[in-house]
């Protein structure tokens, strides 16, 4: 198993985000982006779900961003509630899941992770 396969990968500076996603994008991969607070108790309480989901979807990339330690990240991505789930395809936000949702948060990953999914939405 490759390195970050399986586990959700905190970024801790603007340089780990920038060299995570770009890793993502490379990959072809879905990532899954948790913004999150530590002061947040849906933040807390999901935390342990989306490291679940990270274990069985290796093909699958989680990252998780603090918006407290990284403000600037999640005013690029107009995070304004915690938890917010975004979904990026070759860097594009292909979906968005605000709130501690298991069920939205796991057919959201199901509709975008499954390789016969479009990297993004046809008009």
Same mark, same amino acid.
């Given at each position: *198993?490759?390195?970050?396969?399986?586990?959700?990968?905190? =970024?801790? /500076?603007?340089?780990?985000?920038?060299?995570?996603?770009? !890793?993502?994008?490379?990959?072809?991969?879905?990532?899954?982006?948790?913004?999150?607070?530590?002061? =947040?108790?849906? =933040?807390?309480?999901?935390?342990?779900?989306?490291?679940?989901?990270?274990?069985? *979807?290796?093909?699958? *990339?989680?990252?998780?961003?603090?918006?407290?330690?990284? !403000?600037?990240?999640?005013?690029?991505?107009?995070?304004?509630?915690?938890? /917010?789930?975004?979904?990026? !395809?070759?860097?594009?936000?292909?979906? !968005?899941?605000?709130?501690? #949702? #298991?069920?939205?948060?796991?057919? /959201?990953?199901?509709?975008?992770?499954?390789?016969?999914?479009?990297? /993004?939405?046809?008009?």
């Amino acid at each position: *198993m490759a390195s970050g396969e399986g586990e959700v990968i905190a =970024c801790h /500076t603007v340089q780990q985000w920038d060299d995570q996603l770009k !890793k993502g994008n490379d990959s072809k991969k879905l990532v899954v982006v948790d913004f999150t607070a530590s002061w =947040c108790g849906p =933040c807390r309480f999901i935390a342990p779900i989306v490291a679940e989901f990270a274990r069985r *979807m290796t093909h699958v *990339m989680f990252l998780k961003v603090d918006v407290d330690e990284l !403000k600037s990240v999640a005013e690029d991505w107009a995070v304004e509630a915690m938890p /917010t789930f975004i979904f990026l !395809k070759e860097g594009k936000i292909v979906d !968005k899941v605000v709130g501690a #949702k #298991k069920d939205d948060l796991q057919l /959201t990953i199901a509709k975008h992770a499954s390789p016969t999914a479009p990297a /993004t939405a046809s008009a």
